[in-house]
């Protein structure tokens, strides 16, 4: 079984501020692990991933994340949150003894105020 | 190039009808998953086809099927429509899934 945590519903920073995003995991074996975005009436945008090798994996838009397998968790970061930011954002994890399913959170809102 | 296409963007239908939604993958993609969104929630996992055959099924009631074509687009069929199927549907597309998946912007279903 396969299942991703998102602690916080609602997350607001302000514009300049850091801007971090949890997520915790749970799978049987290693894990796949994504972060996607969505804006309102829309699908879901890819922001980055966790395959293998470094721990610290860069994305788009000056996102970053960490993977800590002690800890399983997998924490979205920016250092300095712009307005644009504000949005939902998901993340995902796979089991990577099955390659179709992704399970994802219930998603985090994030509100960046001027 | 073209992202994952998916139609129609919005439909309402009535409860007991049925609805087939339509995805068309990114060029070379040969895998095709679809996912139900209702409001408020993370995505859930509905199907996974690759070269037209079935490699996975969530948790999702027989009235739901879904298809693959030669040319690798899809389609998600619901039969018997509750007013909870009410939810955007997700279609992705993947080379594999070790590389991530694109999403469309979905199908926004309305059952009334």
């Known amino acids: 079984a396969q299942s991703v945590a998102q602690p916080e519903d609602q997350v607001n920073v302000a514009e300049g501020n850091p801007l971090t995003v949890k997520c915790t995991y749970s799978?049987?074996?290693?894990?796949?692990l994504f972060w996607y975005v969505q804006y309102p009436n829309r699908g879901l945008q890819f922001l980055l991933k966790y395959i293998t090798g470094d721990n610290l994996v860069k994305g788009s838009y000056g996102f970053e994340a960490e993977f800590n397998k002690s800890q399983t968790s997998f924490h979205l970061k920016k250092p300095s949150a712009l307005v644009s930011d504000s949005a939902l954002y998901f993340c995902?994890?796979?089991?990577?003894?099955?390659?179709?399913?992704?399970?994802f959170g219930a998603g985090t809102t994030v509100t960046v105020r001027a | 190039d073209a992202g994952v296409t998916q139609s129609p963007t919005h439909l309402i239908k009535t409860r007991g009808q049925q609805v087939t939604l339509r995805c068309s993958p990114i060029s070379g993609h040969k895998s095709v998953s679809w996912y139900q969104q209702v409001l408020g929630q993370g995505p859930q996992f509905i199907f996974q086809?690759?070269?037209?055959?079935?490699?996975g099924r969530g948790n999702f009631p027989d009235r739901f099927s879904a298809r693959q074509f030669p040319n690798y687009s899809s389609e998600l069929n619901v039969n018997a429509l509750l007013l909870g199927d009410s939810a955007l549907y997700l279609c992705?597309?993947?080379?594999?899934?070790?590389?991530?998946?694109?999403f469309g912007s979905g199908t926004r279903l309305t059952v009334v």
């Open positions: 799978v049987s074996g290693n894990p796949y």
């Open positions: 995902a994890v796979r089991d990577r003894s099955n390659d179709y399913k992704l399970s």
């Open positions: 086809y690759y070269e037209k055959e079935e490699r």
């Open positions: 992705a597309s993947s080379l594999q899934g070790l590389y991530g998946y694109t």
